[in-house]
């Protein structure tokens, strides 16, 4: 009869391909968790790029931080910026929730971004008091500069920080926002694609139904596409920094 640790490696392993062995298994009883750090644009980046990732490691026993690098101040029409950023702020806690994740935001503004020396101490700090195994952010090449913005401050703190964390970058809107992307690694979100999508329906100022099935942002057939590439049902599809890509 199997053990319980070798019946977790098991389920985890057929949960993630090609991440550290680190995390291919739950932590038992006295042994040290494991810290997972997210960081997004904007409330709903993060739980689009890698939500149904995030909710297999939180779901695992990990600790789970999504950094949100502004509050989405200028994402919905017609609503000042303060108002928006309170809607979509409670849109990004419940989000968490569902996620067994814990938001932060670092508080820049949403369209007006910056990369300078001071907002790179600022993420550093942020994600160094974490004190991560794993993070996770967007791929650099993306058509949003707030986007950019997140990636390029998160990779800035992985060198300051002596790359003492594994860094993966996430993608959204193929194609129309991230551009040449080329996996590195996958998982296998089947078992939690309904919790993912939860997550992303959260942010109902942001119709998460295009989000998941309009012309410029699919969702659905991107975790179908990179389900198919790895033949399960559903995935999400990361590079990782250093390894088998462009970067």
């Given at each position: 009869?199997?053990?319980?640790?070798?019946?977790?490696?098991?389920?985890?392993?057929?949960?993630?391909?090609?991440?550290?062995?680190?995390?291919?298994?739950a932590p038992l009883p006295g042994e040290k968790k494991r810290k997972i750090v997210c960081v997004g644009g904007h409330p709903d980046d993060p739980e689009t790029g890698c939500g149904g990732t995030l909710a297999l490691l939180s779901g695992l026993g990990h600790d789970v931080t999504i950094i949100y690098l502004t509050r989405g101040e200028a994402g919905i029409d017609g609503t000042g910026h303060k108002e928006a950023a309170a809607i979509r702020s409670k849109e990004a806690e419940a989000a968490c929730r569902?996620?067994?994740?814990?938001?932060?935001?670092?508080?820049?503004?949403?369209?007006?971004?910056?990369?300078?020396?001071?907002?790179?101490?600022?993420?550093?700090?942020?994600?160094?008091?974490?004190?991560?195994?794993?993070?996770?952010?967007?791929?650099?090449?993306?058509?949003?500069?707030?986007?950019?913005?997140?990636?390029?401050?998160?990779?800035?703190?992985?060198?300051?920080?002596?790359?003492?964390?594994?860094?993966?970058?996430?993608?959204?809107?193929?194609?129309?926002?991230?551009?040449?992307?080329?996996?590195?690694?996958?998982?296998?979100?089947?078992?939690?694609?309904?919790?993912?999508?939860?997550?992303?329906?959260?942010?109902?100022?942001?119709?998460?139904?295009?989000?998941?099935?309009?012309?410029?942002?699919?969702?659905?057939?991107?975790?179908?596409?990179?389900?198919?590439?790895?033949?399960?049902?559903?995935?999400?599809?990361?590079?990782?920094?250093?390894?088998?890509?462009?970067?």
């Open positions: 009869m199997p053990s319980r640790r070798d019946f977790a490696r098991y389920t985890l392993t057929a949960a993630v391909m090609g991440l550290p062995s680190l995390l291919s298994a569902i996620l067994k994740a814990k938001p932060v935001f670092a508080g820049q503004i949403d369209g007006d971004t910056v990369v300078n020396n001071e907002w790179v101490i600022t993420m550093k700090d942020l994600i160094a008091r974490e004190k991560p195994d794993i993070v996770f952010t967007h791929w650099p090449v993306d058509t949003h500069k707030d986007h950019q913005s997140a990636s390029l401050l998160t990779i800035q703190s992985w060198e300051k920080l002596n790359k003492s964390f594994d860094l993966y970058f996430f993608e959204v809107c193929t194609g129309n926002q991230t551009r040449g992307f080329k996996p590195t690694d996958y998982v296998n979100i089947t078992t939690v694609q309904d919790q993912k999508r939860k997550a992303v329906y959260c942010h109902t100022s942001q119709g998460p139904d295009d989000i998941y099935n309009s012309d410029d942002c699919n969702h659905a057939l991107m975790e179908a596409f990179r389900g198919k590439e790895i033949n399960v049902k559903a995935a999400e599809a990361f590079v990782k920094l250093g390894g088998n890509s462009i970067v």
